[in-house]
């Protein structure tokens, strides 16, 4: 069922619940199961911020915050980043797709 009646804000706040779930996924199951890279401190804390700020950013979205587009331009910044970094560690193709994909739909909702 949809929260919103704008698809714009729907389509990024399925981007962003579907980006927080594999991120927190990964990083608490493949990552602490594979090491060495995978729990490299920085790459590990860009997984967990970015699981952080997409579920942010769904709940500002969700409660037509006026902050909305601040935060999704934030989020695109950080899935950005976490998808860099994920893509240069193997086994981590997928959610590399995930950020990049929900930060294209935060930059959408940021312009």
């Known amino acids: 069922m949809s929260h919103t009646t704008d698809p714009n804000v729907q389509s ?3 981007a962003c619940n579907q980006c927080y779930q594999t991120c927190l996924h990964e990083a608490m199951n493949h990552c602490l199961e594979s090491g060495g890279k995978h729990v490299a401190p920085d790459h590990f804390r860009l997984m967990m911020n970015c ?3 997409c579920q942010t950013s769904v709940n ?3 409660s ?4 909305s587009n601040h935060l999704c331009r934030v989020c695109a910044e950080v899935c950005d980043a976490c998808a860099k970094s ?5 086994g981590m193709e997928d959610c590399a797709k995930v950020c990049r994909e929900c930060a294209e739909s935060c ?4 312009a």
């Open 60 to 62: 500002f979205m969700l």
């Open 86 to 90: 994920c893509e240069q560690i193997s």
């Open 12 to 14: 990024c706040v399925d």
């Open 51 to 53: 699981a952080e700020i």
């Open 107 to 110: 930059r959408r909702m940021a």
């Open 64 to 67: 037509n915050s006026a902050f």
